[in-house]
């Protein structure tokens, strides 16, 4: 994924990392407990810096574990950190306790996905919301972002899908800024270039009364649910299914300090029910 060309020196590399961050020579060098002149130095090429520097570097300017390897590659030191198949039995214990955390978490959707979205574990309540997707978004590999945006996969049910479809977007875009990857910029133009679906512009429709879902929005009503009820502390998912409109907030989860590519690149992502007419709707699917 990591786009760095070898033919760049490792300092101008650097730079552009911080750059990127927006911090200078000497708030990078009291971070890292050395020296403006040394960092400038670094980034010119007048000093090659050390395995240890590079790292410490990297670690000061939020630089993603695939990508501090091919600064140490560009600067010839062999890469620091593996990139270890999600199959592979050294994984067994992740995988197993990432099954029992998706499982633990039904009802409610929960779903594993890699850097570039394809997704590599998930619920049953996940594949209750995939119930209506065409066949061709659901064969191997999935990919959450296709799944969401779409236009025969979930966007024709949601219903603030200008808002979420946004958020996605912008979540996107964050990401590539991070890893600077070429397959996540191919992925994004992709999904950005979809068309909404027709008569559906993101608005909530009139029957619920509200605005475009979002933060400070109104939640709209469901099937016999009461009145709506303010969701001010995020923006959430409102997506049809089954004759009701289910309304999620999003939380995303990485593992710590990850020592290994793959898993530095996983993201478990799950979906809290936003008001008590979703919980008791998706309890009602497996009573």
């Known amino acids: 994924m990591t786009t760095v060309a070898l033919d760049t020196g490792v300092g101008p590399l650097l730079r552009s990392w911080r750059e990127q961050r927006r911090i200078s020579q000497l708030e990078l060098a009291l971070r890292a407990d050395s020296s403006a002149r040394h960092i400038s130095f670094i980034e010119t090429g007048r000093s090659r810096p050390s395995e240890d520097m ?12 695939r990508e501090r390897n091919a600064l140490l590659v560009v600067a010839g030191y062999a890469p620091r950190y593996a990139q270890t198949a999600l199959d592979d039995p050294a994984l067994g214990a992740l995988r197993e306790g990432m099954e029992r955390l998706l499982q633990g978490y039904d009802p409610y959707p929960a779903l594993v996905v890699d850097g570039l979205y394809n997704v590599v574990a998930a619920n049953r309540g996940i594949q209750m919301l995939l ?13 959450a972002m296709r799944l969401t945006l779409h236009p025969e996969g979930l966007a024709p049910r949601i219903r603030n899908l200008r808002d979420w479809r946004a958020d996605l977007l912008a979540q996107m875009e964050r990401q590539i800024a991070l890893a600077r990857s070429a397959e996540l910029r191919e ?22 009364g509200g605005s475009a879902g979002g933060a400070g929005s109104s939640v709209g ?5 009461g009145p709506a ?6 923006l959430p998912l409102r997506i049809e299914h089954g004759g009701q409109v289910l309304s999620f907030v999003a939380s995303i989860a990485t593992f710590n300090t990850p020592m290994d590519v793959t898993v530095a690149e996983l993201a478990i992502e799950t979906f809290l029910p936003a008001d008590r007419a979703t919980a008791d709707h998706l309890r009602s699917l497996t009573s």
């Open 131 to 143: 119930e209506g997707v065409a066949g061709h978004l659901l064969a191997p590999p999935l990919n």
């Open 187 to 208: 992925l994004y133009e992709e999904v950005a270039g979809y068309p909404a679906p027709e008569g559906n512009d993101g608005a909530e429709d009139a029957e619920t």
């Open 221 to 225: 009503e469901n099937a016999g649910a």
């Open 229 to 234: 009820s303010p969701l001010p502390f995020a």
């Open 54 to 65: 590079i790292l410490r570097l990297a670690e000061h300017l939020d630089i993603p574990v």
